[in-house]
Nanobody, 126 residues
Framework: QVQLVESGGDSVQSGGSLRLSCAASASTLERYTIAWYRQAPGKEREGVACIVGLTGSTHYTDSVKGRFTVSKDNAKKTVLLEMNGLKPDDTAVYYC???????????????????WGQGTQVTVSS
């Protein structure tokens, strides 16, 4: 059973930074691709970033390139999403998801991921 637990969501002003964490087991981080998705009110869930467990390869959706960084901390058994230069459009519930994929594309449909966390709220005010 794959369990994912997000944390780190908060309210910040435009231009601020946040670090989100997705806690998982060591085996999950080694064998699964972990992705971050977000969903704003009235909008579809969209991919943000992903990291492949086996290779560490990463991918980002265009709107966050250069501002967000996804990484793994194997010692802490977490996947991190460092978010800088936050904008009001980044406001959403952020979810991490896992699937046994050998590669990842942050723009992939959310339906390919098998396991999801409960989400953490990020609010960016102007």
């Amino acid at each position: 059973q794959v369990q994912l637990v997000e944390s780190g969501g908060d309210s910040v002003q435009s231009g601020g930074s946040l670090r989100l964490s997705c806690a998982a087991s060591a085996s999950t981080l080694e064998r699964y691709t972990i992705a971050w998705y977000r969903q704003a009110p009235g909008k579809e869930r969209e991919g943000v970033a992903c990291i492949v467990g086996l290779t560490g390869s990463t991918h980002y959706t265009d709107s966050v390139k250069g501002r967000f960084t996804v990484s793994k901390d194997n010692a802490k058994k977490t996947v991190l999403l460092e978010m800088n230069g936050l904008k009001p459009d980044d406001t959403a519930v952020y979810y991490c998801a896992a699937a046994p994929l050998p590669a990842c594309n942050a723009d992939a449909p959310s339906g390919i991921f098998d396991y999801w966390g409960q989400g953490t709220q990020v609010t960016v005010s102007s």
